[in-house]
């Protein structure tokens, strides 16, 4: 069974920095694809950065070269550096896994706040 869980959510100034960290339980994660979304009050969860169980990576157009996603194989966590920050960038952050095993099967973590003041 895999379980997700994130950390390092809190409230920041426009102009500031936060690391989110998830660590992932059970054995598949090195062959897994990860992924950071976020969600906010009556919009859809969307995509923020990917990190492929082969390390490539993608972002979100609103991204814009502030965030980076990685991961570490050893410790089982995938994170996300996220610098610039704007006060659009305030949600619950989610860590998501994508098992690839048979199909696609995802799962998610409880979600941490992110809220940045402007």
């Known amino acids: 069974q895999v379980q997700l869980a994130e950390s390092g959510g809190g409230l920041v100034q426009a102009g500031g920095s936060l690391r989110l960290s998830c660590a992932a339980s059970?054995?598949?994660?090195?062959?897994?694809?990860m992924g950071w979304y976020r969600q906010t009050p009556g919009k859809q969860r969307e995509l923020v950065a990917r990190?492929?169980?082969?390390?490539?990576?993608n972002y979100a157009d609103f991204v814009e070269g502030r965030f980076t996603i990685s991961r570490d194989m050893a410790k089982n966590t995938v994170d996300l550096q996220m610098n610039s920050l704007k006060p659009e960038d305030t949600a619950v952050y989610y860590c998501?896994?994508?098992?690839?095993?048979?199909?696609?099967?995802?799962?998610w973590g409880q979600g941490t706040q992110v809220t940045v003041s402007s």
């Open positions: 990190i492929t169980r082969g390390g490539s990576t």
């Open positions: 998501n896994l994508e098992d690839l095993r048979w199909g696609l099967r995802r799962y």
């Open positions: 059970g054995s598949i994660f090195s062959i897994s694809n």
